[in-house]
């Protein structure tokens, strides 16, 4: 027999799941594959539009999505197809470590969530304990995944990581994160006693954050 694998309840994928609402309109930003997108059609009822820079992820995601744009997000972001305020979640999951200015994609996203609407996104943390470990013997080389992944411009803790929704007009929340513990990850017990120890010490322990936003509103008076 093959082994039975276990999801874990606490990874980055299922976090983000758990935080988009039912019967979403939901904008995919960096959809990649659109795993995600499948996921939130299947399970949640949603209906989800994707941006993808890759052509040919673009290519794959479009049977999973709505509609996808194959579009630099950098570029794209101040002037896509679509009405201001029309989705009701967007969502930015590994993609703003990879910008060259990601406080300007998520200001003129802003202007595409509706006024209850919810911001998604999550950043990869670089003083979690094996970056300072590896930084402490020397060693900072880039990689093919992870923290140190040849592809990020940007890096962040966790004060840095709020500051991105807070300068681009966000109001903060929920902050979540994933464990940078892998240890018996197979166990159920583990995988929790590390998701509740990063979400603790969230600079030390956390692989990611993961943080949940919505736009302030300004009401003009008179």
């Known amino acids: 027999m093959g082994r039975k694998y276990r999801i874990d309840e606490h990874s980055s994928q299922i976090l983000f799941l758990r935080g988009v609402p039912d019967n979403s309109k939901v904008l995919d930003a960096g959809c990649g594959s659109g795993k995600i997108a499948n996921q939130l059609t299947l399970k949640k009822g949603c209906r989800v539009w994707g941006i993808e820079a890759d052509p040919f992820l673009a290519a794959i995601s479009r049977k999973k999505c709505i509609s996808v744009m194959n579009a630099n ?7 896509l197809p679509y009405e201001k305020g029309f ?7 590994h993609v703003l470590e990879h ?21 998604i996104y999550s950043v990869p943390n670089i003083v979690n304990w094996h970056s300072r470990l590896q930084i402490l013997l020397g060693r900072f080389e880039y990689q093919e995944g992870g ?4 592809g990020h411009l940007r890096f962040f ?23 940078s513990i892998y240890l018996f990850e197979d166990s159920r017990f583990f995988s929790y006693l ?10 030390l322990l956390a692989d990611e954050f993961i943080i949940q936003a919505t ?8």
């Open 73 to 79: 997000l950098e570029v794209a972001s101040d002037s």
């Open 87 to 93: 989705f009701d979640v967007i969502l930015l999951r």
């Open 99 to 119: 910008l060259i200015d990601p406080f300007k994609v998520l200001r003129d996203l802003k202007k595409y969530l509706s006024e209850e609407g919810l911001l």
């Open 147 to 150: 923290v140190f992944d040849w």
């Open 157 to 179: 803790n966790l004060a840095s990581a709020k500051k991105l929704a807070e300068d681009a007009g966000y109001l903060i929340k929920q902050i979540d994160c994933t464990s």
């Open 194 to 203: 590390w998701y509740k120890l990063a979400r603790l010490h969230m600079n």
């Open 215 to 222: 736009k302030q509103v300004v009401h003009e008076e008179g």
